[in-house]
């Protein structure tokens, strides 16, 4: 595709279900990011893939979010038992270089 | 521990009028990028700037990096409602991460 797409656009869940995101990086970029965006803030790093090296886990802000990603393609970020603090916008970012990011337009994660 | 700070975090201003946004850190930064950002959007890449005391311009936007490359600036002159938007540096550490500040949100009044 031209750029990253992500899916959802939206999603709304109840406290304590699971939800999955997934990220379609444009194709041939070998990094990948996740970031949380709350309401009016800035991006809050979640992880980093790059081709077959172990990610880097670093952000996750609790045992409750995982990711994967097969190859250098499809990434999904899962939250398990959902709470009401995990609402915010989730991006997702490729690049080829180190310095240029491309973000897709987010999913926007509601919890009731 | 929020290393990059924005400032202002709001600016409402009136067309043609100039602007200046800042972005500062006690860290070191290897490069720093800002971004653009418009409502459910993802950040637009606007500029990387790498040396220390770089400038760079993008039409009426001018970027500069702090001689010690811990801080940055960005100045829009006359700016349009075409502007409007979230404005967000990023600085790169190791590992490719980069950290973002917390943004700046400008609106710009026909």
């Known amino acids: 595709g031209a750029g990253v797409s992500q899916s959802p656009s939206n999603k709304v869940t109840e406290k304590g279900k699971d939800v999955e995101l997934r990220c379609d990086p444009i194709?041939?970029?070998?990094?990948l990011y996740w970031y949380r965006q709350r309401l009016g803030q800035g991006l809050e790093f979640l992880i980093y893939?790059?081709?077959?090296?172990?990610?880097?886990k670093s952000g996750l802000p609790s045992d409750r979010f995982s990711a994967e990603r097969t190859g250098e393609s499809v990434s999904t970020l899962t939250i398990q038992r959902t709470q009401q603090e995990d609402s915010a916008v989730y991006l997702c970012a490729s690049s080829l270089s180190r310095r240029e990011q491309f973000f897709g337009p987010g999913t926007r994660l509601t919890v009731l | 521990t929020q290393l990059l700070e924005q400032s202002p975090q709001f600016l409402s201003i009136q067309e043609g009028e100039n602007l200046t946004v800042y972005c500062n850190s006690s860290s070191v930064f290897s490069s720093l990028q800002w971004y653009r950002q418009e409502p459910g959007e993802g950040p637009v890449l606007l500029v990387t700037?790498?040396?220390?005391?770089e400038v760079k311009k993008l039409k009426r936007l001018t970027f500069q990096f702090g001689d010690a490359r811990k801080d940055s600036s960005l100045h829009i002159t006359a700016a349009q409602p075409g502007d409007t938007g979230l404005y967000l540096c990023a600085g790169e550490t190791s590992g490719s991460r980069l950290t973002f500040g917390e943004g700046t949100q400008l609106t710009v009044n026909p």
């Open positions: 700037v790498v040396t220390g005391g």
């Open positions: 194709s041939g970029h070998t990094a």
């Open positions: 893939f790059q081709g077959n090296s172990a990610p880097d």
